[in-house]
């Protein structure tokens, strides 16, 4: 048993006869809170319909699925949705979900709640025909309470509309639906309240650190003792500290107890973004000595600054924020949350070097930070991408003075245990930033926020950076974030002294992946915001050398060297990680999903990549492109990624064609070669010695096919994935760069096929689909597990190819 530490106790606003700290001995160990994921067997209907709410209502004609469920994903892309080519092209509409349920008498002495992770959007709720409430907003997470409307021993309906019929409603592709995860709570009558437990640390230390827990009780019952025993357990399980308090009390029901307690560790081992150590706090709940509930909060020990001159530090140490902006969606499967398509965004990013996410521009899903949490990166919670002024005709403006309140509390409330979460931002681009509205909205909002935590700066993302921003003005910003306006960075300081500053978001470069105009090395602007005319190429392609880009933006490697340049600068946030759907800047149907993504909206990542992976980790990269295929006599530039080398040879059939270097704070290396087909070879050395070397050989036509799983063992949950990316070969084995042959997949075993991709921006076809055409060589099928352990087996075809098949396991 561990050495119990010192215990301090703080009883809140309530009376009590005596305060005894104490470390008791538990009657019972069985788990009290019940916590069951409610996900599976919905019946949906698509459209509107008269008393789907009651009961009595016939829903066995209706489609039986389980959640996460977007039902937008599933339909077909026209510029005639409502949602508009800048929202995705696809469709909204009305939407009903029921789901019946039976609850046992024995519950009856028990609270039970509905949890909703997310419904896009204005969802309202019924059980059993009573209208539980109606939620506008479609990123927050909320809960009702059924307790008094269920018939314990008997059927139960859980009934939701989901109204994402008026459009547009955002910027970006929101998808509709109960898009996130639904959860049924089951807890005793005196309970850890709904986001109940509130964390912080201070005085940390490599010796030391104090953990601060707040826990807020709701009470239903006449009680006379009530305790409190929290442990905190190491990443191995471990307890390493433990902490009791009982408060004997004449309490009355329906009341609030809160406790403090403040619970001192040794030798803490911190949370960083390389060593992204976890505790868990375990609180048990006792009334009377009988334990009630148990409730586990993260735990993650770090702390941070930002300075004006010398911008972040994480546990004392200096770090820049390498960051990206992403958007919800998961690309092909539209915004319907999944772990495992998550964690695959974030590998990827981690992969890169990246240690930064803002959650543009609204509350993520609770799994994000979960991930975040666990994987090592900082987070920037936004709130908000307007207030009163509009963005769009029908945005959250209309709801913003009714629910602001509502909807900020119950972010920061639900988000503020996570260690990765270090900013809020409680709004992008927000119109009114040049109005005085502002000095009434800014304040306003940061005092919702520092009433609920005061451990984290507040920012905004601002695009007008002058020092008129009344939001800037108003004073209720800890951290002033830019958007764009990188040749602003060196008069910060000027308009702002002694201000703190990050870029809160940067570049909007375009690229498709895989597609190269030459030259190379002159920067495209493309029109202005509004102009639906695409400047470009015909078939809405967009050069992959990293020099397209809004007048707004900046390439990615300008905006990296004006990030080196700045010590201020805390760091930045890269507009975006991901390719997103929606926003295909210039808005330019046929185009439907952004060009900004450093990795495509498959998950292949684009060229510039390799420079961040060149420059952000220790990893050797040597990274040259375009690919081989050429007209002959073509001029063509070559470009190089690099690092742990002082030059990289080039040769093509194996002749060298010259030696490059960086030099100055240059990014790449670059030859100017006439093509000739064959080989092309560089080689990275240092001191004369090769580090890499890598080898592109001019493709042949398509031969055959090759499918490489991300994971071949995957969990029989029904909700793993694996992610297949297929590849069109020639009869050498080399990518076609070109390919865009139509692949037909099979599945055999208790697996489905979730959706597929290529990264095509322009593609109309259906990700709900057992085909795909190859997109520059390349396509992408994601297998979803059913529950049955056994081998899957996936196969693809196409006209003219030799097939290829994996075998996947479920286990
Ligand atoms: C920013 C905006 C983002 C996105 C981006 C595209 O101004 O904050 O949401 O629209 O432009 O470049």
């Known amino acids: 048993m561990p050495a119990i530490k010192a215990i301090l106790c703080r009883v809140g606003k309530l009376s009590f006869l005596l305060l005894v700290p104490v470390l008791f ?38 489609r039986v699925l389980n959640l996460p469920h977007d039902w937008s994903v599933e339909g077909t892309f026209s510029k005639d949705n409502p949602a508009t080519p800048e929202g995705g092209a696809l469709p909204g509409g009305i939407g009903w979900y029921r789901k019946t349920f039976t609850v046992p008498v024995s519950a009856k002495s028990k609270l039970i709640y509905i949890d909703f992770d997310g419904v896009y959007q204005k969802s309202t709720v019924w059980v059993n025909g009573h209208e539980l409430g109606f939620r506008p907003n479609g990123y927050i997470s909320f809960r009702y309470e059924l307790t008094p409307y269920l018939n314990f021993g008997g059927q139960n309906t859980i009934a939701v509309k989901v109204d994402n019929s008026v459009q547009p409603n955002s910027r970006w592709y929101s998808g ?18 709904h986001w109940g437990t509130y964390v912080t640390t201070s005085e940390v230390s490599a010796q030391s650190a104090k953990v601060d827990l707040k826990v ?50 040794d030798k803490p081992i911190l949370w960083s973004v390389d060593h992204p150590y976890l505790y868990k706090i375990v609180t048990q709940v006792t009334v009377d000595g009988k334990m009630v509930d148990d409730y586990t909060t993260p735990l993650g020990i770090r702390y941070f600054n930002f300075d004006a001159d010398k911008g972040f530090s994480l546990n004392g140490k200096h770090l820049k924020i390498l960051g990206v902006c992403d958007h919800h969606d998961l690309g092909s499967l539209g915004s319907a949350l ?14 890169m070097g990246c240690n930064a996410i803002r959650t543009s521009h609204n509350p993520p899903a609770p799994e994000l930070l979960e991930l975040t949490d666990k994987m090592g990166f900082i987070v920037m919670d936004e709130a908000f991408d307007c207030w009163e002024w509009a963005k769009v005709k029908y945005d959250y403006h209309l709801y913003f003075k009714q629910w602001h309140k509502r909807d900020l509390e119950d972010q920061v409330l639900r988000d503020r245990n996570h260690p990765s979460v270090i900013i809020w931002s409680i709004g992008n681009e927000i119109p009114q930033q040049a109005d005085t509205s502002a000095l009434r909205i800014a304040p306003d909002l940061a005092a919702i926020v520092h009433s609920l935590d005061k451990t984290r700066p507040i920012t905004t993302a601002n695009d007008r950076p002058d020092t008129n921003n009344k939001i800037v003005k108003s004073g209720a910003i800890d951290l002033i974030g830019y958007n764009y306006h990188e040749y602003d960075y060196a008069k910060f300081h000027d308009r702002y002294p002694g201000k703190k500053f990050i870029a809160t978001e940067t570049t909007s470069d375009l690229q498709t992946r895989g597609h190269y105009d030459m030259p190379s090395d002159s920067i495209r602007i493309w029109p202005s915001r509004g102009d639906d005319k695409f400047v470009g190429n015909a078939d809405n392609t967009v050069s992959a050398y ?62 510039v990549y390799y420079m961040y992976q060149s420059e952000w980790t220790n990893k050797p990269v040597l990274h040259i492109f375009p690919h081989w295929n050429w007209t002959p006599g073509q001029t063509i530039d070559i470009w190089a990624y690099y690092n742990h080398a002082d030059e990289v040879e080039l040769y093509v059939n194996g002749k060298s064609v010259g030696i490059k270097k960086k030099t100055g704070d240059d990014l790449h290396v670059m030859w100017r070669l006439k093509f000739e087909p064959g ?29 490489n799983a991300d994971r071949s063992v995957i969990n029989a949950d029904g909700k793993d994935l694996s992610f297949v990316t297929v590849k069109i070969l020639d009869k050498d084995g080399n990518v076609v760069p070109d390919a865009s042959n139509l692949v037909n997949f099979k599945i055999n075993g208790n697996a489905f096929i979730a959706s597929v991709d290529n990264g095509d921006p322009v593609s109309h076809d259906p990700f709900k689909a057992d085909y795909r055409k190859a997109f520059n ?21 196409a006209d003219g190819l030799q097939p290829a098949t994996i075998t996947i396991k479920a286990k």
């Open 176 to 193: 509709s639906g109960i898009y996130r995860n639904v959860w049924l709570v089951t807890t005793g009558k005196t309970a850890i309240d």
């Open 679 to 707: 080989t092309l070879k560089a080689v990275s050395r240092k001191d004369g010695k090769v580090v890499l070397t890598q080898k592109i050989h001019t493709a042949g036509k398509p031969a055959k096919i090759e499918l």
């Open 338 to 351: 999944n772990y495992r398509a998550l964690e695959r965004q974030l590998q990827e990013l981690k992969e």
């Open 777 to 797: 060589g390349l396509a992408l099928a994601i297998v979803q597990a059913k529950e049955t352990p056994g081998n899957i087996t996936f196969t693809a075809t």
């Open 216 to 265: 807020k009780i709701r009470n239903n019952v006449s009680l006379s003792k009530i305790g409190i025993e929290t442990k905190i357990y190491d990443a191995l399980g471990k307890i390493v500290a433990a902490v009791g308090n009982i408060i004997s009390k004449k309490d009355q029901q329906d009341s609030i107890i809160n406790f403090d307690q403040v619970i001192p560790l």
């Open 546 to 607: 990293d020099n397209v880009r809004p007048p707004w933006g900046s390439t990615h490697e300008a905006t990296w060297k004006a990030m080196k340049k700045y010590n201020m600068l805390s760091g930045f946030f890269i507009w975006t990680g991901w390719d997103y759907l929606g926003e295909p800047t210039p808005y330019s149907w046929p185009s439907r999903s952004s060009y900004f993504g450093i990795i495509d909206l498959a998950g292949f990542p684009k060229d």
């Open 25 to 62: 001995t538990l009657k019972s160990s069985a788990q009290v809170r019940s916590i069951i994921n409610f996900d599976k067997g919905w019946h949906f209907h698509l459209g509107d319909t008269t008393n789907a709410e009651q009961s009595t209502f016939t829903d066995a004609n209706w």
